[in-house]
DNA sequence: CAACGTTATGTACGCTGGTACACATGGGAT
DNA sequence: ATCCCATGTGTACCAGCGTACATAACGTTG
């Protein structure tokens, strides 16, 4: 069997090379080239497996997403454990991902924040908050849920862009309000508006 | 006078023309020639006025955050009154800023976003936050107000990365429950967290 | 008025980028 | 066995980039 041909290894390669160069050089060092020195293969074939960036963008934000559901999915055992503080979990896990290397967090909202300027990308960045919401919208309504994972965006921006620290108890605290604001008052009036996007 | 030495405008129309060739190509599309053919001057000035275009980046990043400063001064004086519903008023506002061009949104976001892998930005990022923090706090305790910009942050993201359209009542529910969580059950224990970054 | 240094300009160099394309390779259909 | 085409590879363009630098304009200073 193969020599060269027929290698679907190949393909999977580049992309793990193509999150490593993100992850070391930014979206900016992210070239054809790199990336075949990266992952040790010629320039020819990383533009025959992928014909625009775009596309290997696209398959690297695919993969890191699966990659951190499988984290939560691991260690968030607790998220749906409907006696545990859910404001509190999504706190600590959050700080558990923020407190290590800080590369692959960066990593990943480079490639999330990207489809602010490449339609290609959105699907994929849609995909990610559907997962998000859905993971917490097993405690929540869906809307909460949704609410709720904007809220961890915020909060892990405004670390990521200030380069201050992260606070868990402020993060638990103001989750909390997003989750909690759910359970009282609502009956009210506009509760209709937001069941989709 | 001057023909053409000793022109301080000069430096000016760099800014303006950098942040009209971000809004239109992107931060990518950002380069000394570009910004030079945009701003209809020689490649030599953009380079003697900005060494670097984290440089010129800075420049057009805090140009745009006063203009919204500026946006918010005129158009948003109800958020001072003690009588408005802060939550709507804000909820108002971003869907004014949101539904008109979203150009002007993209860029202001892309330039801001782009501080996650540019340090030479955050502290501009960084003053953006704080700026928008005591706008807020006029009318709450400055946690809850950063956390209500951390909400309007997570909120717009959700919509520029993944295409969809702006949910007014769902904004102005969302951030009441911010808001209103620090007038009621507080007491309780942590709120001595986070009191700055 | 003359010398000088800051401000401004044009051009040239070396590098990296995406893309195109001609060529190898080998499995599968006939 | 033979042909064909999807798969894989190497190379050669051309455009755009940051940078450096030699030169020009012009206010300032002596």
Chains 1, 2 share one sequence.
């Not at 020195?37 to 997403?65: C, I, W």
């Not at 605290?173 to 069941?195: H, Q």
């Amino acid at each position: 069997m193969a020599g060269r041909r027929y290698d679907p290894e190949r393909r999977q390669r580049i992309i793990d090379a193509a999150i490593r160069v993100v992850g070391a050089k930014g979206i900016n060092g992210l070239s054809h080239r790199t990336v075949a020195a990266e992952a040790d293969v010629p320039l020819g074939s990383t533009t025959y497996h992928f014909k625009t960036l775009d596309d290997l963008m696209v398959a690297a934000l695919r993969q890191t997403n699966e990659g951190f559901a499988k984290v939560v999915r691991e260690h968030g055992g607790a998220l749906a454990d409907p006696g545990a503080d859910l404001a509190a979990e999504l706190a600590r896990l959050t700080g558990e991902w923020l407190d290590g290397d800080r590369t692959g967090v960066e990593l990943e909202y480079e490639l999330y924040l990207a489809a602010l300027r490449r339609p290609a990308l959105r699907p994929v960045a849609a995909e990610w908050c559907e997962e998000v919401g859905a993971l917490i919208a097993r405690r929540t309504d869906p809307v909460t849920a949704r609410a709720t994972a904007a809220m961890l965006d915020g909060i892990c921006l405004q670390v990521l862009l200030t380069g201050g620290a992260y606070d868990e108890e402020y993060a638990r605290e103001m989750l909390a309000r997003v989750i909690e604001g759910a359970e009282g008052d609502r009956a009210g009036k506009g509760s209709g508006a937001a069941t989709g996007r």
